[in-house]
């Protein structure tokens, strides 16, 4: 799957939840990696922080990401609808501190990216793959957030409140495709009990009925009530009629469940790639969510490319026959030993580990350890093979080595350790030259790696 940004720039106008200033936020497309960045227009310089889980420096009533002076409010909705639609790359510019609240929902963006569209780009889409379960868990407030392997992307959403009008709920998005019908249309809610000390914090500056459900759970004073339903401007209630503030009905019956929901969407879109697992949120919220998310970015960040997924019960794309045909090499020179994985960019092989290896007996009889300039030779031969099939007749031409930079050796690999090499392209293949990247691993871990040029040659 290839990057995706927006076809078109488009703008919204609207309050700011906080501030209550009208704020303008213009959605352009961006270049291939560049990732979801926004701009302050505002400050001098107009400064461009990355929306990533380590530049999160605030979750108190939404997501605040921050460098230094230059911060940036409530940002989870539009990272939500830019996440769901699938869009990779996409530079915002606000004029002001926070993105607009519009009617609390993500439903404004996600309609604005579609009316736009998208378009693809050269690069190819990386996603984060959960291959273990992975959780995040809050004793002191009873949050937690799980992630089991899936392959695709799905969330479930559990919500407890203590209060009569919302207790349990339960949200679910089967698929990412439903997340504008489904999801982004839940406004987020707030509990009349919060609103004098948000007022106090100075927050909700910006809020009303016209962004946000107001629940009315827990009894008070009726002059205290009256105060607030003046601050709202809504008419005076009895302090016995427990209920949602405003006269319109919910959206959906689950609609704080769904509004939670489309907040741990837009909290994980802070990863910086797609996730395909199953994630399961239990009384989720901004807090748990960055944690969560900042977890796996130091996972992304420790190291660069994730292992690829090796099921030997899957038939390969090549079999050993079929590398034969492909490459010169034989006995004791061919290391690779099946290919279960390739596209037009990449191509994935392996290669078994045995005691039996001619190279043992004198690298070290004692101590057998696999040489690493073999180590390159296999990611060659795996890469000769990524090159030979973008070929008419493969088997007319070889590649050979024409240099080799940027190696590294990390862990040594002894018998019994099955090498997985992950090769792609690191240009387009010109004048019948390829330059690659190869990487080495050993289950979750890189063995080593390199930066390779070969040349492809018409046999004689």
């Known amino acids: 799957m290839k990057q995706l940004t927006l076809n078109a720039p488009f703008s919204l106008k609207g309050k700011g939840l906080h501030t209550g200033k009208v704020i303008n936020a213009e959605f352009l497309p961006a270049p291939d990696n560049h990732g979801y960045k926004i701009q302050r227009t505002d400050l001098e310089g107009e400064p461009i922080l990355d929306a990533v889980a380590e530049n999160v420096i605030a979750t108190n009533r939404g997501t605040v990401i921050g460098r230094g002076e230059v911060t940036v409010s409530t940002i989870e909705h539009a990272m939500a609808a830019l996440y769901a639609a699938g869009v990779d790359n996409c530079l915002i510019r606000l004029d002001g501190p926070e993105m607009p609240i519009l009617d609390g929902s993500a439903l404004p963006f996600c309609e604005a990216i579609e009316s736009v569209g998208l378009v693809e780009q050269k690069a190819n889409k990386e996603f984060y793959i959960v291959k273990q379960k992975i959780e995040v868990r809050d004793d002191e407030t009873g949050a937690s957030i799980v992630v089991l392997p899936d392959a695709d992307f799905s969330i479930d959403v559990m919500v407890r409140y203590d209060s009569p009008i919302l207790s349990n709920q339960y949200a679910s998005l089967e698929r990412v495709e439903d997340f504008t019908k489904e999801i982004a249309g839940s406004r987020t809610f707030v509990f009349v009990r919060e609103i004098e000390p948000l007022l106090q914090a100075n927050l909700i500056k910006g809020g009303d009925l016209e962004n946000a459900v107001v629940i009315y759970d827990s009894p008070m004073a009726q002059s205290q009530l009256d105060h607030l339903a003046d601050l709202m401007g809504v008419p005076h209630k009895e302090v016995s009629d427990f209920g949602y503030i405003q006269d319109c009905p919910l959206r959906n019956d689950n609609e704080p469940a769904r509004h939670k929901l489309m907040d741990v969407m837009g909290d994980l879109a802070l990863i910086g790639r797609p996730l395909k697992g199953k994630v399961i949120a239990i009384r989720p919220g901004h807090t748990i969510n960055s944690r969560f998310a900042k977890q796996i970015r130091r996972e992304i960040k420790r190291q660069d490319i994730q292992a690829p997924i090796y099921n030997p019960n899957v038939e390969p794309v090549m079999d050993n026959n079929r590398i034969r045909e492909l490459l010169p ?26 005691a039996n290896e001619p190279f043992f007996q004198g690298h070290f009889p004692q101590e057998p350890v696999l040489p690493g300039v073999l180590q390159i030779e296999a990611m060659a031969q795996t890469g000769g093979l990524l090159v030979l099939s973008t070929l008419e007749d493969p088997e007319e031409y070889s590649t050979y080595f024409m240099k080799i930079d940027n190696v590294k050796f990390r862990q040594k690999v002894v018998p019994g350790d099955t090498l997985i090499f992950h090769v792609s392209f690191l240009t387009e293949l010109r004048r019948g030259c390829a330059v690659m990247k190869g990487y080495a691993f050993v289950g979750e871990k890189i063995v080593s790696e390199c930066e390779f040029m070969a040349q492809i040659i018409k046999n004689k």
């Open 329 to 354: 090499h034989r006995y004791p020179f061919l290391l690779v030993d099946k290919v279960i994985e390739k596209s037009d960019h990449h191509i994935v092989g392996v290669k078994n580990i045995t």
